[in-house]
């Protein structure tokens, strides 16, 4: 019994280590998988190949490719695509670190926002 508890506490570790989180700020209105989501802050949690926004009750899945770019990027930014006048998330760039989130595969085009890593 004690060794089935130890490997489930164990498993569980594992999984929540797994995660990487970060925090974003969003500072346009902005539509992830047909979700909008209102300019703040975020939470956003990387999880195999899907990412996780959280903002108070607000929660959004998507998913996404994470590549490793060349060098790192010094402040976050989101790479949008307009969509009828709404700003689908196409990228985002992890500040801080070499981590590109893809959603959506497509080109993108020329709206793209820079926001802090600290935030």
Known sequence: MNKLLVLCLAAASLT??????HRIVLFQTSHINGTELKAGDYKLEVLGDKI?????????????TKEAANSKYNTNSILYKNEGGKFEVQEIHVGGTNTKLLLNQGPANASTLRYDKKS
């Open 16 to 21: 929540l280590q797994a995660a990487e989180t």
């Open 52 to 64: 996780v926004l959280k903002s108070g009750k607000v929660r959004v899945e998507a998913q996404a």
